[in-house]
């Protein structure tokens, strides 16, 4: 099926257990969590809520419990190498001879994101509200 078909299939679907099984239908393995997730992201309202208007203009939203929600690209000065620990966020990296490129010192990377219930998180006490 098709990237566009399959969206507007899963956009279509009456319920989390709905949009799941639509997932295994085509070979894409959601967690209950997952597809609550991913079911509450396509039924919203219109309207964005205050701290997804933060992320926008270039904050970041928090879940309940305080921890920032990042993505891929984020970038901040609590970062530390995932597999090493470093924090030097110098001009040419943290400088550890990983798999992690010395470019890349941003979330990916770092050993404070997790990934829960659909959402990759920051750990990092100095991002926790």
């Known amino acids: 099926m098709e990237t566009k078909e399959l969206l507007e299939k899963a956009k279509a ?4 257990e709905e949009l799941r099984a639509i997932a295994k239908e085509n070979e894409v393995d959601l967690t209950e969590e997952e597809a609550a997730a991913y079911f509450s992201q396509l039924h919203k309202s219109g309207e ?19 921890r920032l929600i990042v993505s891929e690209g984020y970038s901040c000065d609590g970062w530390a190498c995932a597999a090493c620990g470093k924090t030097n966020r110098g001009r040419d990296g943290h400088g550890c001879r990983t798999r992690y490129s010395p470019i890349h010192i ?3 990377s770092c050993k404070y994101r997790t990934y829960e219930k659909g959402l990759w998180l920051c750990n990092n006490p100095i991002n926790i509200k």
């Open 13 to 16: 679907a009456k319920s989390a």
């Open 48 to 66: 964005l809520s205050d701290e997804e208007l933060d992320a926008v203009a270039g904050g970041g939203c928090h879940v309940k419990d305080g």
């Open 106 to 108: 941003h979330c990916p």
